[in-house]
């Protein structure tokens, strides 16, 4: 299954008390899916702590095991693809059957369902279709489901109908371990000072851990150094730096247009659709705040404005910030985003 990443096991999953009800769940699901109460498994953390990894660990472990049981896994960007595709070329039966059909459903990242009402309501029909039928869904998110803004009430009551487990940051040992095993299953070794050199000063996401693993050989290759402790130090200087990119306008433009399901090239017409306007407005408004560009530049920008119209989109977005609880949200979430970049 193309879906499914082989390299995302169990056995490749270094259990910490920063993941132990998670896993365990998880484990307890693959060996039983649709059949113990934890359904739907609800699995949430921060970025890079290993959400897609277990869930797909679930997914590989009962395709293993289970061999006649149709398992898919799926992102929530790529199902909401799928679904304004099907829109367009009128085959909404296909998609919903399709999905319908299976026994144990992966939806990843639901977060991203913010503000697409449209795809959150069929997403709300598939998931009661399956969870019916004693088919298993297991979903991720990056917050708990109390604390997801943008998401439909009756879609996140059933989100909570099953068993919610939290993954958080790994302690030092097992950031330590998790380098270990990545060490051992790519055939090199590390000098443990480097090792925990590395997993001391890499303390907020797993992914990150392993990328600074991943940077620390391509620079003794590169410079035909072995790997010791300073290398370490030079290396971690960098891998810190280059870590803080710029925010571009162009970024925003499409995260905003991506979070709102708006075509990208709306935001610069002259429309003055409600959700067109509101796409535009949040736009100009996280330009103002997060890039270094001046008012007339992000007027130019976004469709030919001049900067009157940036100051009225900036008071505009403010004053429902203050008023529209939901809205706020609306942007809160788009920030989050902008800052993971
Ligand atoms: P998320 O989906 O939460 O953003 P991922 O599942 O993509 O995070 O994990 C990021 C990287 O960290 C992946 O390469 C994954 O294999 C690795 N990883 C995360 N947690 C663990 C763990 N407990 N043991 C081993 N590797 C892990
Ligand atoms: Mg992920």
């Given at each position: 299954d193309p879906q499914l990443n082989q390299n995302y096991t169990f056995e490749n999953f270094i259990e910490g008390d920063c993941n132990r009800l998670a896993r365990s769940a998880g484990y307890a699901v693959a060996g039983k899916p649709g059949g113990t109460s934890f359904n739907p498994l609800m699995i949430y953390g921060g970025v890079g702590l290993g959400k897609t990894h277990l869930a797909q660990a679930i997914g590989n472990e009962i395709?293993?095991?289970?061999?006649d049981k149709l398992v898919?896994?799926?992102?929530?960007?790529?199902?909401?693809?799928?679904?304004?595709?099907?829109?367009?070329?009128?085959?909404?039966?296909?998609f919903v059957n399709f999905?319908?059909?299976?026994?144990?459903?992966?939806?990843?990242?639901?977060?991203?369902?913010?503000?697409?009402?449209?795809?959150?309501?069929?997403?709300?029909?598939?998931?009661?279709?399956?969870?019916?039928?004693?088919?298993q869904l297991i979903i991720t998110s990056d917050k708990a489901p109390k604390d997801l803004s943008?998401?439909?009430?009756?879609?996140?009551?059933?989100f909570k109908w099953g068993l919610s487990a939290d993954l958080q940051i790994p302690d030092l040992e097992t950031r330590m371990a998790i380098l270990n095993k990545k060490m051992y299953s790519?055939?090199?070794?590390?000098?443990?000072?480097?090792?925990?050199?590395?997993?001391?000063?890499?303390?907020?996401?797993?992914?990150?851990?392993?990328?600074?693993?991943?940077?620390?050989?391509?620079?003794?290759?590169?410079?035909?150094?072995?790997?010791?402790?300073?290398?370490?130090?030079?290396m971690l200087k960098n891998f810190i730096k280059n870590s803080s990119k710029e925010i571009s306008m162009e970024y925003i433009q499409k995260l905003v247009c991506e979070y709102f399901e708006v075509p990208i090239e709306m935001v610069k017409s002259k429309t003055r659709k409600r959700e067109i306007v509101q796409a535009r407005q949040i736009s100009?408004?996280?330009?103002?705040?997060?890039?270094?560009?001046?008012?007339?530049?992000?007027?130019?920008?976004?469709?030919?404005?001049?900067?009157?119209?940036?100051?009225y989109a900036c008071q505009t977005v403010d004053d429902l910030i203050d008023t529209d609880k939901k809205f706020k949200g609306y942007v809160a979430d788009i920030q989050k985003k902008l800052k993971m970049s």
């Open positions: 395709k293993r095991t289970l061999t898919l896994y799926v992102s929530c960007e790529k199902f909401t693809q799928q679904f304004v595709d099907a829109l367009k070329n009128n085959n909404i039966n296909d999905y319908q059909a299976m026994d144990v459903l992966i939806m990843d990242d639901v977060h991203n369902f913010a503000g697409k009402e449209k795809t959150q309501d069929i997403f709300f029909h598939i998931f009661n279709h399956l969870h019916q039928s004693g088919k943008g998401l439909e009430e009756r879609l996140l009551s059933r790519d055939g090199i070794e590390l000098p443990s000072e480097v090792i925990e050199y590395v997993a001391h000063n890499i303390d907020n996401n797993v992914r990150e851990l392993e990328g600074a693993m991943v940077s620390l050989l391509a620079q003794s290759t590169l410079n035909k150094k072995e790997i010791d402790l300073n290398l370490a130090k030079s100009m408004y996280l330009a103002k705040l997060h890039t270094k560009t001046s008012l007339k530049s992000i007027g130019a920008f976004f469709g030919g404005r001049d900067h009157s119209t940036v100051i």
